[in-house]
């Protein structure tokens, strides 16, 4: 069975520090792994996309890097802000014919005080 | 360009009700998903129709349905409401174009709450 594992479950870090949220997984054919932030009453929004050849992709503050061996993803948040209080949620891909079929994990709330 | 848009965005029913959500994609884009999202269970995936055929189904009973229409519009519908159906409804639409790193895009959800 297909599974995403994310921790820490919830996270209250300080405005301007760092923190790194993990990912492991157990999915097959694997295909490709994403991060998604979701704010409160709000769909969810497409941080980075990695595919097996990629180890580590940046979109301004969020990096991901993904080991493919270890099976295992971590995005790293720089100089937090307020605005990052959200939920971080790894979504995993398998290969499914000509789709793809994705599985989520239950997500990091991240809280960043002032 | 207008984003995915979701009607209603807030649904009350009572048990052995039906339902019918409706998602409007991004224009141009002709793959929709839905996705259930609950506290207990986190996001799921329900299905996913590609013009107008539904290409893959997660693993939801019969009492979830789901057609997309030509214009790309998509629709679900949950039959025989139970109180375990409450929770946000996703859509997300995507462009047509193949590869792993097709990008999805989600509406705000419909909100239902079954009573």
């Known amino acids: 069975k297909n599974q995403v594992e994310q921790s820490p479950q919830s996270l209250i870090i300080l405005e301007g520090k760092n923190c790194t949220l993990q990912c492991n997984y157990t999915v097959s054919p694997f295909s490709n792994l994403r991060w998604y932030k979701q704010d409160t009453g709000r769909g969810p929004v497409s941080l980075t996309i990695m595919t097996f050849s990629e180890n580590t992709k940046s979109n301004g503050r969020y990096t991901a890097t993904l080991d493919a061996d270890t099976k295992q993803s971590s995005l790293h948040i720089t100089a937090s802000q307020l605005s990052d209080s959200a939920s971080y949620i790894c979504v995993v891909s398998a290969r499914s014919g000509g789709s793809y079929i994705p599985t989520f994990g239950r997500g990091t709330s991240l809280i960043v005080h002032p | 360009k207008a984003g995915v848009t979701q009607t209603p965005r807030y649904l009350i029913k009572t048990r052995g009700q039906q339902v019918t959500l409706s998602c409007s994609p991004i224009s141009g884009h002709r793959s929709v998903s839905w996705y259930q999202q609950t506290p207990g269970q986190g996001l799921q995936f329900l299905f996913e129709?590609?013009?107008?055929?539904?290409?893959n189904k997660g693993n939801f009973p019969g009492r979830f349905s789901g057609r997309q229409f030509s214009n790309s519009r998509s629709e679900m519908n949950v039959s025989t409401l139970e109180l375990g159906d409450s929770a946000l409804y996703l859509c997300a639409s995507s462009l047509p174009v193949g590869g792993a790193k097709n990008e999805q895009f989600f509406g705000p959800g419909t909100r239902l709450t079954v009573l």
């Open positions: 129709y590609f013009s107008e055929t539904q290409r």
